[in-house]
C-alpha cells in the first residue's frame, strides 16, 4: 500500500511571498488532515476533509491559508502571504473514517522556512 | 480546553535500559489516546492506540496505559535499543470534537546510546 505522499519535502521563501504544498492520501482514504509542527512542538490540526467538504477549519489562520480538495482526493494547501512565523513542518494525514478510529498515516512533511 | 503535556521534553538513556515516557492531559473526555513515532525529517508512525475503555495495549517490546480519570499515560519501551531514538507523541481525540481531530503534547526526544 503506498503512503501518503507530499511534496515538496522543502522549502524557502521570502516573507510575503506565496506558497503551496501538494497532498495525496492513501487510495480509498476518505477523511484527510493537514496539520502545522512548528519546531519543537507538537502538531497542530488545521483543516480536516471529510471527501471534498471541509469539517474542521476552526484553526486555520483563513486571511492567509487556504486549502482545497478537489475531487475528494489530492489536496493543496496555500499560504499567501506568508509570514515569519510560518515557518514549521506542514503534514498530511488520511484515515478510512471521518472519526480516525482505525488510525492516521501521516506523510513525511513538507518543511517551510520563512526568510 | 484540552491540553497534552509530556515530561521530559528530552532523555538520553544506555541501550538496554527499560524507560518510561509520560503523558498528561487536561479533560478525561476523550475517546482514545495515541503514541506516535517521528524520526527527524520524517513524518508520525503510529505505535499504539489506546481506546478511552482500555486500560493498556502492547506491541512488542512497547506497552502503553491509560489512566482517564487522572488524565494520565505512560509509553514502557522494555530493553531500548539505538534504534528507538527518535521523538516519541502523544495525543489524544477528545470528545468535544466528532471528527478525527487530534491534540498532541510537544513530545519527547529519545536518545539510547550503543
Known amino acids: 500500500e503506498a503512503g501518503v505522499a507530499q511534496s515538496p519535502r522543502y522549502k524557502i521563501i521570502e516573507k510575503r511571498q506565496s506558497v503551496a504544498f501538494w497532498c495525496n492520501p492513501i487510495s480509498g482514504h476518505a477523511t484527510l488532515y493537514w496539520y502545522q509542527q512548528i519546531l519543537g512542538q507538537g502538531p497542530k490540526l488545521l483543516i480536516q476533509f471529510q471527501n471534498n467538504g471541509v469539517v474542521d477549519d476552526s484553526q486555520l489562520p483563513k486571511d492567509r491559508f487556504s486549502a482545497e480538495r478537489l475531487k475528494g482526493v489530492d489536496s493543496t494547501l496555500k499560504i499567501q502571504p506568508a509570514k515569519l512565523e510560518d515557518s514549521a513542518v506542514y503534514l498530511c494525514a488520511s484515515s478510512p473514517l471521518r472519526d480516525g478510529n482505525y488510525g492516521y498515516t501521516f506523510g513525511s512533511g513538507t518543511r517551510l522556512t520563512v526568510v | 480546553k484540552q491540553e497534552v503535556t509530556q515530561i521530559p521534553a528530552a532523555l538520553s538513556v544506555p541501550e538496554g535500559e527499560n524507560l518510561v515516557l509520560n503523558c498528561s492531559f487536561t479533560d478525561s473526555a476523550i475517546y482514545n489516546l495515541q503514541w506516535f513515532r517521528q524520526d527527524p525529517g520524517k513524518g508520525l508512525t503510529s505505535l499504539l492506540l489506546?481506546?478511552?475503555?482500555?486500560r493498556e495495549q502492547t506491541s512488542g517490546r512497547l506497552n502503553a496505559s491509560l489512566d482517564k480519570s487522572s488524565g494520565r499515560s505512560t509509553l514502557y519501551i522494555a530493553a531500548s535499543q539505538p534504534g528507538d531514538s527518535a521523538t516519541y507523541l502523544c495525543?489524544?481525540?477528545?470528545?468535544?470534537?466528532?471528527?478525527?481531530?487530534?491534540?498532541f503534547g510537544q513530545g519527547t526526544t529519545l536518545q539510547v546510546k550503543p
Open positions: 495525543a489524544v481525540r477528545p470528545r468535544s470534537s466528532n471528527t478525527g481531530k487530534l491534540i
Open positions: 489506546i481506546q478511552s475503555s482500555q
